[in-house]
C-alpha cells in the first residue's frame, strides 16, 4: 500500500535515492516541483521493493518516459513477476480505459533490462561510496527492506512488509544494522491484530457454513500474494474436512503465479521450503482454474477472483451474478480504495450503481477479513528493536495512528521519530564518526603500555594526525615530524634550586637521591655515576654556592614535554630536603 | 599471517589460516582416494567377491588372509571403506573460529571436524552448497550403512605389517588416520551449524576481519572467498570455472587487488576439454545403446549430471533414443533433481530468463514428465518393476566402492555390449575397475572437469595481478605422468608459494595501519595547523577504546583539579595517570621577536 516517493540527500558528495512507487503519484511529482531533481545527474539508483503496482507501477514511466538510465534494483521473484503486473495494468489502463499517455510494452521491457537482480544480504556496490543490501521482508513474495550506507552514515527503507511468518511467506527480519535513519510503513500504526490463527479460523468457518448451506462464496484477491495464502488454508483445510465443492481460481495470473511460488520455493516460509521435495504446497489439489461458464453452476463453490477490490475484470462480473442470493457470500480480504465497488459495499452500502444506470442490489453477505500482510504496531516496534535505529520516519497510514505511534516509539527507544506529511521535506542531523587510519606502531604502543590485567580498559593515548588530500592518518609525533621532515626543537626549562646543606656535594646529591626515591616511587630515579641524579628524563645536578659552602645549588633541567613532572620536582626541592636521620 | 595446510589433495582441499586474531578454516574436503584400496560393498552378495583369495604374503605367512584378498594381482581390503581425513594434529582445531565453504564437494570432512575436535565456531555456505552437500552426504552415508560388514579390518595398519605390504597399500599414507564413515546424525549436527550466505554478503568476524563469498562459476551455489580487513586482502580461489554451464558465472573482478591469493581446485584433468568430452559421451552412449547394449554411468547425484542430462535433451531425439529409459538411481535422485529447479537465483543468465517466464530452469523436468528419465532411490521396490533393457542408468558412487553402481558392475560386466562411461575425475578409472577384473564390459573414459585449467589461470592472474600466489606443491610442476608438460603448471611473477600436506606457511605480509574512528566530539576538539601546503598536523590526545576488535578515540575525561594542598604526600595523585602529553616542537623561531619578548 505504498504510494509516496522518497528522495534523499546524503553523503559527502549530493546522492539521491528513489524508491519506486506507484505512477500516478510519481507522474505527479515529476509534474511539480521536484521535477528538476528528476534528472540523470542525481539519481543513482532506483530499488524497488517488491512487486506490487503501488511499489513499482511508475518504473517504465521513470526509466523510459523520464528518462532515468541508471541502475534499478530488485530481487529475483519481484524481477520476474514486476514485468507481468505491469503489463497487465498497461492493458486495463490503455485498452480498458483509453488512457493515452502511457507507456508501452516495449517500454516495460526495456525497462526490466535496467533492473538488476540482487540475492538477500548481497551487498550491491552502486559507486564507489554508495552500497545497498536487501534483507527478507515477508510481505509478499520477494518483498525486500533495503538498506543505502554512504560511508558510515545508512538508511534502512522498509516498503511493506510483515513482522509474522504466515501459511507461505516467513517473517521480515534484519540485523543490528544501527541505521541513522529507519523509514518504515505504518499502515497498520496502532492495530495489533488478533492472532492469525483466530483470523484464519473465522475464515474457514465462514467459508464452510456458506458451502455447508449451499452457497457461493467469491474471494476476490489479486493475482499474487494473499491469494497464495488463502488457498494453502482452504486446501487444507479442505483435505483435513474431506470436502467436496469446487474451489476455482480465475485464470490467467493467478495459475501463473502459483509456478512462480513453486520456482522461487527457497523465498516461502520454512515449512514450506523443507517439505517441498515431497509435496509442494503450490501443487493444488482441489484447486482448480476457473472458467466463465462455471459462475452458473448450480450448487455450492467458492471462486478466488481477480482484481481484489472489484474494481473492474473477473471478480466483478462473479460479483454482479451473485450478488442477488442471499445464500452467497463474498469475502473480502484486504483493503479497498475509495471509489470502488469493494469500498461501496465494505462500507455498507447495499444499492449500487453500475454502467448503464443499472441498479444492482446487494443481497449476498458481506465480509471483511484483514489478510494483508503489513506489520502492526508490535511488528513495527519489534523492527525497531531489530535494527536499532537512530531516528525513525513514518509513512502511510493515518496521521492520528502514527502520531501515536511516534510517541511510542519515542518514549520506548528514545530516539527522534518522524512523520512528515506529503511533500514535506525533513532533515535529520547525523553526527558521524571519522574513520582514520592509525599505524600499528602506534596502536600496539598505546595497548601495550602498563600491561594492565584488564586489557579493554580505556587509555589515554596521544598521536599526531595528518591530514593530507582526504586521507587521515594517526601516527606518533616522532613518526610525523620524521615523515614532514621537520627538525624537532628541544625546548628545556633549567631551574636552580638553593638547598642549605653544608655537607659535601656528593653527599647532597645522595640525600637528594634519597628523598625523590622516597618520593616518587612510580618513576624511575637513577644516580649516575658523573654525580647527577636522573628521575626520567629530568636532569639534577648539584653544585656548591660559589659563596656560601653551605648553600648547595640544585641544578634542575627538563624537557618542555616533561614539564609537569618537572615543575612539580623543583617545587617538592624547593621545601628542602627532610631531616637526615643520619 | 600463517596458512596451516590439513589436505594434501589439491581438489579436496582444507586449509587454515590465521589473519589479525581470527582462526579461519577453509573448506574441509574429504579425501575418498582411499576407498579404492577397499574391495567393493556389493547390495546382494556377490559370489565372485566373496570367493577371492586371500592375500599371501612373500615369506607365505597367511596372518593377513582374513584382511586383505587379491584380485588381478591387486591387493584390497575386505572392509568397511575408509576415508584419509584432514590433518588434525597440526593444530588445536578447536580453536577454529570458522569454517568457510567453498563448494559441494569441499565439505565431506564437515562432520568429522565439528563433532570430533571440540569445534564451537561457525560454518558459512550459501544455500545451494548446504542442500546440495547434505544430499552427497546423505547418499554416501545411506549407501555404506545398508550393507552392514561385519568386520573391520585393522591389522594390516599396523606400520610394522603395512611394510611388509604390496603397492599401493605399502605406500598409502597416515593410514592410521584412516576413518570409517560419519552417520547421519552426525551429519545433522554439522550441518546445523552453519550459516547460509549470499554472494557479495560482507560477513564481519568479530569485528576484526570481513569475509565474503564471490560466485566461483563451478558448481551450483560454489564460491571463492575473500577474506579482508581494511588494508589487506586474501582471496581464496577454490574450485572455480569460466566454461559456461549452468552455474552462475565466476566473479573475477572482485579478486583484483588481493595481497595474497590461495588457490585451490583446478581441473584435474588439464588435457581433457570439457566440450569434447561431452560429445564423447555422447556418442559411446549412442553407440552402445544401437548394438542392444547398456550404459552405466557412474556419477555424483548432482553437478555434471544435470549438464549430461541437458545435453542428452537435445540429443536423444536426434540420434533416435527416443525410446531408450533413462534411469537415476540414488537415495536423493528425488531431491536432487527438485532441488536443482528451485535456485534459479544462483544461475546463470539463460537459466534464470527461463525462470522469469516461469518455466522450469532445466529441461530435465521435461525429460520427467514425458517419462523418458525416471528416478529411483534404490535398485529395490518400483524400479525392479519398471527395469527395462538396454537402457542408460545414472547412479552413484563414482569410486566404484559402494552404492548401486556396484550391482550393475556385477551384472553387466561379463558382457561387451555393455560400456560403462566414467565422467567424473575424482577417480582414476583403472583403480577403480580393479576389483571388477577381468572386465568384458567396455570401458569410456571421459572425465568433464570444469575447473580452471593453466591456460585459464595465467589469464586470470594477470587479470587480478596479486602480489603473492599460494598453491598445492602439485600446481608448481608438471604433472609426474608428463613431466615434459611444462605447460602444465602455475607460471606466474613472482613464483607461487607452495605447500603440502602438514606444512605451516608463513605468509609474506605485513601489517601497518589499523582503521580507528575518531569520535566527533573529540574531532571537534582538534586543532589542525597546515604544516606544508595541503598537509595539516593535529596533536591528538584521547582515549582509545577497544572494543570487539573495533577501535575508537574519544575525549579524554576532564583532568581531576590539580591538587592545591602541598602537604599530599602521594606524588601519584598529584601527576594524574592521564596526564595530557606535551606536543613535540618544531618548525622556525622569530629569534627577534623572541628576544623582544623576553627583554620586556
Avoid at chain 1, 163 to 187: Q, V, Y
Wanted: net charge neutral; charged share 20%.
Amino acid at each position: 500500500m505504498g504510494s509516496r516517493q522518497f528522495l534523499f540527500l546524503k553523503g559527502k558528495k549530493e546522492k539521491f535515492f528513489c524508491f519506486a512507487e506507484g505512477f500516478e503519484e510519481v507522474k505527479r511529482a515529476v509534474r511539480t516541483r521536484q521535477s528538476n531533481l528528476l534528472c540523470n545527474v542525481f539519481i543513482l539508483s532506483v530499488s524497488c521493493s517488491h512487486f506490487h503496482l503501488d511499489h513499482c507501477g511508475a518504473l517504465p514511466y521513470f526509466s523510459e518516459m523520464v528518462g532515468y538510465d541508471g541502475p534499478i534494483y530488485m530481487t529475483h521473484p519481484t524481477k520476474a513477476i514486476c514485468p507481468i503486473l505491469l503489463e497487465d495494468y498497461r492493458k486495463i489502463t490503455v485498452d480498458k480505459k483509453g488512457e493515452t499517455n502511457f507507456f508501452t510494452s516495449q517500454m516495460i521491457k526495456d525497462c526490466m533490462k535496467k533492473v538488476v537482480a540482487v540475492h538477500l544480504h548481497q551487498t550491491v556496490q552502486v559507486d564507489e561510496e554508495l552500497e545497498i543490501k536487501a534483507y527478507y521482508a515477508g510481505h509478499v513474495l520477494g518483498a525486500a527492506m533495503f538498506q543505502i550506507k554512504v560511508g558510515c552514515e545508512s538508511v534502512v527503507y522498509t516498503g511493506d512488509y510483515n513482522m509474522t511468518p504466515d501459511r507461505h511467506l516467513g517473517a521480515a527480519w534484519i540485523d543490528k544494522c544501527r541505521p541513522d535513519l529507519l523509514i518504515t510503513e505504518s499502515t497498520y500504526a496502532t492495530t495489533i491484530r488478533d492472532s492469525k490463527r483466530c483470523r484464519e479460523r473465522d475464515f474457514l468457518k465462514k467459508v464452510h457454513e456458506t458451502v455447508e448451506r449451499g452457497g457461493k462464496v467469491l474471494i476476490p484477491v489479486f493475482a499474487l500474494g494473499r491469494a497464495q495464502e488463502l488457498c494453502i488454508l482452504l486446501e487444507t483445510f479442505w483435505e483435513r474436512m474431506n470436502l467436496k465443492a469446487p474451489i476455482y481460481f480465475s485464470t490467467g495470473l493467478t495459475e501463473k503465479a502459483n509456478h512462480y511460488y513453486k520456482l522461487f520455493i527457497t523465498w516461502t516460509n520454512q515449512k514450506i521450503r523443507k517439505t517441498f521435495v515431497q509435496r509442494n504446497m503450490f501443487e493444488f489439489k482441489h484447486i482448480k482454474a476457473f472458467d466463465r461458464a462455471f459462475a452458473d453452476n448450480p450448487g455450492p463453490m467458492v471462486v478466488f477472483a481477480t482484481p481484489g477490490m472489484l474494481h473492474a475484470g473477473q471478480s466483478l462480473q462473479i460479483f454482479r451474478k451473485w450478488a442477488g442470493n442471499e445464500k452467497n457470500m463474498v469475502i473480502m480480504p484486504g483493503y479497498c480504495v475509495q471509489g470502488t465497488v469493494g469500498h461501496k459495499i465494505l462500507s455498507g452500502q447495499r444499492k449500487l450503481e453500475m454502467e448503464g444506470r443499472q441498479i444492482l442490489e446487494v443481497k449476498m453477505q458481506v465480509e471483511y477479513m484483514s489478510f494483508s500482510a503489513h506489520a502492526d504496531a508490535k511488528g513495527i516496534m519489534q523492527l525497531i528493536r531489530q535494527a536499532e535505529p537512530r531516528n525513525v520516519l513514518l509513512v502511510h497510514g493515518e496521521a492520528k495512528k502514527m502520531e501515536f505511534l511516534k510517541q511510542k516509539i519515542e518514549q520506548e527507544f528514545h530516539v527522534n521519530c518522524y512523520m512528515p506529511a506529503n511533500g514535506e521535506t525533513t532533515t535529520i542531523f547525523t553526527n558521524p564518526s571519522i574513520p582514520v587510519d592509525i599505524s600499528l606502531g602506534l596502536l600496539k604502543r598505546e595497548t601495550a603500555i602498563g600491561l594492565l590485567p584488564d586489557a579493554k580498559k580505556p587509555k589515554l593515548m596521544h598521536g599526531t594526525l595528518i591530514m593530507k588530500d582526504n586521507s587521515f592518518r594517526l601516527v606518533s609525533p616522532e613518526q610525523a615530524l620524521k615523515e614532514l621532515g621537520l627538525a624537532e626543537h628541544q625546548l628545556r626549562f633549567t631551574c636552580r634550586v638553593h638547598i642549605q646543606d653544608p655537607r659535601k656535594e656528593h653527599e647532597t646529591v645522595l640525600r637528594v637521591y634519597n628523598h625523590l626515591k622516597g618520593v616518587l616511587k612510580d618513576y624511575s630515579v637513577q644516580h649516575l655515576p658523573d654525580g647527577s641524579i636522573t628521575v626520567e628524563s629530568i636532569l639534577i645536578q648539584a653544585t656548591a654556592h660559589s659563596e656560601d659552602q653551605g648553600t648547595k645549588v640544585l641544578l634542575v633541567s627538563w624537557t618542555y614535554q616533561d614539564e609537569e613532572l618537572g615543575s612539580y620536582l623543583t617545587s617538592l626541592l624547593k621545601k628542602g630536603l627532610p631531616q637526615s636521620t643520619s | 599471517m600463517k596458512l596451516y595446510c590439513l589436505s594434501g589433495h589439491p581438489t579436496l582441499p582444507c586449509n587454515v589460516l590465521k589473519f589479525k586474531s581470527t582462526t579461519i578454516m577453509l573448506d574441509c574436503g574429504l579425501d575418498m582416494t582411499s576407498t579404492l584400496n577397499f574391495l567393493p560393498l556389493p547390495l546382494v552378495q556377490s559370489p565372485r567377491l566373496s570367493k577371492l583369495p586371500g592375500l599371501v604374503l612373500k615369506d607365505g605367512s597367511t596372518f593377513l588372509d582374513k584382511e586383505l584378498k587379491e584380485c588381478s594381482g591387486h591387493v584390497f581390503v575386505d572392509s568397511v571403506p575408509e576415508f584419509c581425513l584432514p590433518e588434525t594434529e597440526l593444530l588445536d582445531l578447536s580453536t577454529v573460529d570458522v569454517i568457510l565453504i567453498s563448494n559441494y564437494h569441499c565439505m565431506m570432512a564437515l562432520p568429522y571436524i565439528t563433532e570430533y575436535t571440540g569445534f564451537t565456531g561457525t560454518v558459512y555456505a550459501t544455500e545451494p552448497t548446504v542442500q546440495i552437500g547434505r544430499l552427497l552426504m546423505e547418499e554416501l552415508v545411506n549407501s555404506i550403512e545398508r550393507v552392514p560388514k561385519a568386520q573391520s579390518a585393522s591389522t594390516w595398519k599396523n606400520k610394522e605389517v603395512q611394510r611388509l605390504l604390496p603397492a599401493p597399500l605399502k605406500d598409502a599414507v597416515e593410514v592410521s588416520m584412516w576413518r570409517k564413515c560419519y552417520t547421519m546424525p552426525e551429519v545433522n549436527a554439522a550441518l546445523s551449524k552453519i550459516q547460509l550466505v549470499g554472494y557479495s554478503q560482507k560477513i564481519e568476524l568479530f569485528g576484526a576481519v570481513q569475509v565474503t563469498p564471490l560466485s566461483s562459476g563451478y558448481a551450483l551455489g560454489s564460491s571463492n572467498w575473500i577474506i579482508q580487513s581494511h588494508y589487506e586482502k586474501v582471496s581464496y580461489v577454490s574450485g572455480s570455472s569460466l566454461l559456461t554451464t549452468h552455474p552462475q558465472p565466476m566473479d573475477q573482478a572482485s579478486l583484483k587487488n588481493s595481497d595474497v591469493l590461495i588457490l585451490t581446485g583446478l581441473t584435474q584433468i588439464p588435457t581433457a576439454n570439457p566440450d569434447g568430452m561431452v560429445g564423447e559421451f555422447c556418442s559411446n552412449l549412442a553407440m552402445t545403446v544401437r548394438n542392444g547394449g547398456n550404459v552405466l554411468v557412474p556419477c555424483y547425484p548432482s553437478g555434471v549430471i544435470y549438464d549430461l542430462l541437458e545435453c542428452l535433451y537435445q540429443y536423444i531425439d536426434s540420434a533416435g533414443l527416443s525410446n531408450v529409459p533413462f534411469y537415476f538411481i540414488s537415495p536423493v535422485a528425488n531431491s536432487s533433481l527438485e532441488f536443482s529447479q528451485i535456485f534459479a537465483e544462483w544461475l546463470c543468465h539463460n537459466k534464470q530468463t527461463k525462470v522469469y517466464l516461469p518455466e522450469p530452469p532445466f529441461p530435465h523436468a521435461e525429460l520427467i514428465q514425458t517419462n523418458k528419465l525416471k528416478h529411483y532411490p534404490s535398485i529395490h521396490g518400483d524400479f525392479s518393476n519398471d527395469f527395462k533393457q538396454p537402457c542408460v542408468i545414472f547412479t552413484g558412487h563414482p569410486s566404484l566402492r559402494f552404492g548401486d553402481v556396484v550391482h550393475f558392475m556385477e551384472l553387466w560386466g561379463k558382457s561387451s555390449l555393455n560400456t560403462v562411461i566414467f565422467t567424473e575425475p575424482d577417480f582414476s578409472y583403472l583403480d577403480a575397475l580393479a576389483p571388477y577384473q577381468p572386465l568384458a564390459m567396455k570401458c569410456v573414459y571421459c572425465p568433464i572437469d570444469t575447473r580452471l585449467n593453466f591456460i585459464q589461470v595465467s589469464k586470470l592472474l594477470k587479470e587480478v595481478q596479486p602480489l603473492h600466489v599460494v598453491c598445492p606443491e602439485q600446481y608448481t610442476q608438471p604433472p609426474p605422468s608428463q613431466s615434459h608438460r611444462t605447460d602444465l603448471m602455475i607460471d606466474c611473477q613472482p613464483p607461487p608459494m607452495s605447500y603440502r600436506r602438514a606444512e605451516v606457511l608463513t605468509l609474506p605480509y605485513k601489517r601497518r595501519y589499523e582503521k580507528i574512528e575518531i569520535m566527533p566530539e573529540l574531532a571537534d576538539s582538534l586543532v589542525p595547523l597546515e604544516i606544508k601546503p595541503g598537509i595539516s598536523l593535529a596533536t591528538v590526545s584521547a582515549m582509545l577504546h577497544t572494543k570487539d576488535n573495533k577501535h575508537v578515540l574519544q575525549l579524554p575525561p576532564k583532568p581531576p583539579q590539580p591538587p592545591t594542598s602541598k602537604k599530599r604526600k602521594r606524588v601519584s595523585d598529584d601527576v594524574p595517570e592521564c596526564k595530557p602529553l606535551k606536543p613535540l616542537l618544531s618548525g622556525s623561531i622569530p629569534v627577534d621577536q623572541f628576544v623582544q619578548t623576553l627583554e620586556k
